[in-house]
Structure formats: C-alpha cells, structure tokens
C-alpha cells in the first residue's frame, strides 16, 4: 500500500518535511495554536450535530433547542460542548495571542501571520455574536438588541449595518435567519479559509521559537512530527476531557422564550463582551459613539497593525518595557471591565440609546414612548430598561398574536 502510494504521491518529501527540526527553545505555550485548531473542528463537528434538530425561525428555535437539550440521545452533552467549547475558544486564541506577543513572535517575517491571526480572533468573536441569538430566548433577545444598537452608532455606515444585521427594522424572523446563515454558512468558509493561510504562513517562515534561540539553535530541536504532534494531541485529549467534564455537569443555561415585551428584561452579553458593555458606561450623551465606535476600532486597528508599530528588537516581553506595559494595561483594564461588566446591575446608558434601543420594541407595538415614561429618565443617568405603559405592552401582545 505504502509503495502504491509513494509511486504516486510525493509521501518522502512530505514525511521529511513534517520530520524537519522545530527551534531548540519551544515550550508548551507552543502547543495553543493547535488547541486552537482543535475546538474549531470541535465546534464544526458538534455545530452539524445541532442543525439536525435546530430550526432558525422564532416559532421553532427555542422549542428546538429545548428538545436537544432534553429529548435528543446526547443531545444536553453535545450542546453543552458547543456551547462551553465557544468560551473556550475564545480563551484558547486570546491565550495564543499572548504568547505570541510575549515572545514577539509577530516580528518579521511573520507581520501576515500576525494579521491573519487578528482576523481570526475577530471571527471568533462573531461566531459568539451570531450564536448568541440562535436559542431565541430572553437573553439572546435582548443582548441581540443592544449589540445592533451598538453597530448602529458608528459614524456613517452605522445605520446601514444595523439594518443589515436586523433584515428590517426590528429584530424578528429575518434576523434570526440571518444570523443563522452568517454562524453556519459564511463564517465557517471565511474561518477556515483564514485558518488555511494562516498555518501556511506557518509552515512557510516556520516555527519562531523563542527570542532565547540562537540562529544555529533554530534548526537542533526537537522534529515536529512525532514529538510536537504527540505533545499537542495530549494537550487536545485534556481539552477535551475537561470540557466534556464541564459539559456533562454544568447544564447549559436556557431562558424563557423570547419576548420583545418584556419591559423589565436586564441585556447582558455573552462574558467576553462585557468589556465593551461597561465600556459603554463611561461614555454619556454625545460622546457615546467613543464608547461603542472610537475605542473598539482604534484597539483592533493598533492591534492589527501591531507588528509594524513595535519597531523594538525581538525580546521577551519583560525585556520591552513599553510593550510589557501596554500589554499589562490593556489586559487588566479588560479584565477589571469583565468583572464590572458582569457584577454591575443594568447598562447605564444615555437617553438616546435608550430611545433607540427601545425603539424595535416600539415598532412591535405601534406605540410610542409614553411621556411619563421620557420623563423617567434623567440626563446621564438613564439605563436600559425600557420601561413601558400596560396600553403599549397590551398593544404589543395584540399585534404578535394578529401576526
Ligand atoms: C482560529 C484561531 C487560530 C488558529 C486555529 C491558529 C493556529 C495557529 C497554529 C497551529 C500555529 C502554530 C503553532 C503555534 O505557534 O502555536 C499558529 C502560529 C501563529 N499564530 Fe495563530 N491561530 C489562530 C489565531 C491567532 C491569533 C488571534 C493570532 C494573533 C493575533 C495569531 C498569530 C499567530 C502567529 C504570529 C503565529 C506564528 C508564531 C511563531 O511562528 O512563533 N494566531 N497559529
């Protein structure tokens, strides 16, 4: 068999490729990249699993998911991967991240590995977005309204988004079918169409090593194929045994079914969006866009072209005071409005983004905010709480049941 196949494909040249030697220097902090290719073929495989039952229209959704999670064999456990195996990711790539800044890995020749990378984060980012809506109930509701808000603030194309994201003017059917396409059609192609270039850049400048290495050093480690590959599938095996653990005893949360009524209902997004939900706080009245456009874009933009702005030597982190600072800042802050974000009670925001927050609720209705209820809200200190009149949510209940 082996013969017939290397009289036809170039297998030795393969082999020896895969035998060539890593840098002498690399630790297990290298092996994050491949936990991370790990859970996105972890969430592929379990996410075909889940569009058997699901069903993305807000009659069908949330019963769907109530039948996976109670009736289907495996199903709770299989949801529950999904479901544990998304904050994972995101852990799992924010830590890559970090070990690729703490030995500046991004440094050249890697700058399009690097950008690549960033590009990926922020799919895996839109992954939790876009999944969040799917179970259709309370908080996938409500986070989803305040997300579109968001979009909706940035200068120019803001409005223009939002309509796209809502497929109208409200959240509704179309939303959620779109949301639906973009987590299990368009961002699975651009994912691992990324992932794809991203690891040929890889294999192309090969493994940086660590900035210990000396040059003849990076050629006398150990070879990538066993040894590397063995220490990342033990590393996959203790992923995985740990998330099936989480998956089997944490049950995965399910809310009410969805009610754009719900006039008491407190918005929170998924944990590794908090950040961005405190940030909102901070920022009242006219400089709201700073919170929801400014800060966020300028992050990513200094982020994605951080190679070609950290003009210092390769060094470990602690030896780049400015780097080592920056870093330190920006992932206490993000930790500190995690916590925030996730103690505090409901979002503080100005008047306007309450107007327009509650404005999809409003359309359902066909009813305006009542004027006790502009009154409620005082400058700087209005909340997302989108109090309403019994008329309007009698009137709201009308509407749904007419349609
Ligand atoms: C779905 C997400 C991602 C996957 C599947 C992935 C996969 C990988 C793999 C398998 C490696 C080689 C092993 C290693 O060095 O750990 C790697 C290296 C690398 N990744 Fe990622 N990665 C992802 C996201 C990111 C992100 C968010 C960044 C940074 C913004 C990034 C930047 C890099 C860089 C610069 C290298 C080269 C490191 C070196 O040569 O030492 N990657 N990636």
Same mark, same amino acid.
Request: proline share 6%; glycine share 8%; charged share 15%.
């Given at each position: 068999?082996?013969?017939?196949?290397?009289?036809?494909?170039?297998?030795e040249?393969?082999?020896?490729?895969?035998r060539k030697?890593?840098?002498k220097?690399?630790?297990?902090l290298?092996?994050?990249?491949?936990l991370?290719?790990f859970?996105?073929?972890?969430?592929?495989a379990?996410?075909?699993?889940?569009?058997?039952?699901?069903?993305?229209?807000?009659?069908?959704?949330?019963?769907?998911v109530?039948?996976?999670?109670?009736e289907v064999?495996?199903?709770?456990?299989?949801?529950?991967?999904?479901?544990?195996?998304?904050s994972a990711?995101?852990i799992?790539?924010?830590l890559?991240?970090?070990?690729?800044?703490?030995?500046?890995s $991004?440094?050249?020749p890697?700058?399009l590995?690097w950008?690549f990378?960033?590009?990926?984060?922020?799919?895996v980012?839109?992954?939790?977005?876009?999944?969040?809506?799917?179970?259709?109930?309370?908080?996938?509701?409500?986070?989803?309204?305040?997300?579109?808000e968001?979009?909706?603030?940035?200068?120019?194309?803001g409005?223009?988004?939002?309509?796209?994201m809502?497929?109208?003017?409200?959240?509704?059917?179309?939303?959620?079918?779109?949301?639906y396409a973009?987590h299990t059609?368009?961002?699975?192609?651009?994912v691992?169409?990324?992932?794809?270039?991203?690891l040929?850049?890889?294999?192309? $400048?090969?493994s940086?090593?660590?900035?210990?290495?000396?040059?003849e050093?990076?050629?006398?480690?150990?070879?990538?194929?066993?040894?590397?590959?063995?220490?990342?599938?033990?590393?996959?095996?203790?992923?995985?045994?740990?998330l099936?653990?989480?998956a089997?005893?944490?049950p995965?949360?399910?809310?009410?079914?969805?009610?754009?009524?719900?006039?008491?209902?407190d918005?929170?997004?998924?944990?590794?969006?908090?950040f961005?939900?405190?940030?909102?706080?901070?920022?009242?009245?006219p400089?709201?866009?700073?919170?929801?456009?400014v800060?966020?874009?300028?992050?990513?933009?200094?982020?994605?072209?951080?190679?070609?702005?950290?003009r210092?030597?390769?060094?470990?982190?602690?030896?780049?005071p400015?780097?080592?600072?920056?870093?330190?800042?920006?992932?206490?802050?993000?930790?500190?409005?995690?916590?925030?974000?996730?103690?505090?009670?409901?979002l503080?925001?100005?008047?306007?983004?309450?107007?327009?927050?509650?404005?999809?609720?409003?359309?359902?209705?066909g009813a305006t905010?009542?004027?006790?209820?502009?009154?409620?809200v005082?400058e700087?200190?209005?909340?997302?709480?989108?109090q309403?009149?019994?008329?309007?949510?009698?009137?709201?209940?009308?509407?749904?049941e007419?349609?």
């Amino acid at each position: 068999m082996r013969q017939f196949l290397s009289e036809r494909l170039p297998l030795e040249a393969f082999s020896a490729h895969l035998r060539k030697p890593l840098p002498k220097h690399i630790n297990l902090l290298f092996s994050l990249g491949s936990l991370a290719m790990f859970l996105l073929l972890l969430q592929a495989a379990t996410g075909a699993f889940l569009a058997f039952y699901y069903s993305p229209s807000p009659e069908h959704a949330h019963n769907a998911v109530t039948y996976i999670s109670e009736e289907v064999p495996f199903g709770a456990f299989v949801r529950g991967l999904h479901h544990w195996g998304a904050s994972a990711m995101v852990i799992i790539v924010v830590l890559h991240l970090l070990r690729v800044v703490l030995y500046s890995s $991004y440094k050249a020749p890697r700058e399009l590995t690097w950008i690549f990378g960033v590009l990926l984060l922020l799919i895996v980012l839109g992954f939790g977005f876009t999944g969040y809506l799917l179970p259709w109930d309370e908080k996938a509701y409500w986070a989803t309204v305040v997300g579109v808000e968001i979009a909706s603030t940035a200068p120019g194309l803001g409005d223009f988004v939002a309509k796209v994201m809502r497929g109208g003017t409200e959240i509704g059917a179309v939303t959620l079918s779109r949301f639906y396409a973009l987590h299990t059609i368009w961002l699975p192609w651009l994912v691992f169409g990324l992932v794809g270039v991203h690891l040929f850049f890889v294999r192309y $400048y090969g493994s940086s090593g660590t900035p210990k290495n000396t040059p003849e050093e990076m050629k006398t480690g150990k070879p990538f194929y066993p040894h590397q590959v063995f220490e990342d599938a033990v590393g996959m095996l203790i992923l995985f045994v740990i998330l099936a653990v989480v998956a089997l005893f944490v049950p995965v949360p399910l809310e009410d079914v969805a009610d754009p009524t719900n006039a008491d209902y407190d918005p929170r997004p998924e944990w590794y969006f908090l950040f961005l939900f405190q940030l909102l706080k901070y920022f009242q009245g006219p400089f709201e866009v700073i919170g929801t456009f400014v800060i966020p874009t300028v992050g990513m933009l200094l982020l994605l072209f951080l190679p070609f702005l950290d003009r210092s030597e390769r060094a470990v982190l602690w030896k780049r005071p400015i780097a080592l600072t920056v870093t330190s800042v920006c992932v206490v802050g993000i930790v500190v409005l995690t916590i925030l974000g996730g103690t505090s009670k409901k979002l503080e925001t100005t008047d306007a983004a309450v107007q327009e927050t509650s404005q999809p609720t409003e359309q359902i209705q066909g009813a305006t905010t009542s004027d006790t209820e502009t009154e409620e809200v005082e400058e700087g200190e209005a909340v997302f709480d989108f109090q309403l009149t019994e008329e309007e949510i009698e009137g709201a209940r009308a509407v749904e049941e007419s349609q």
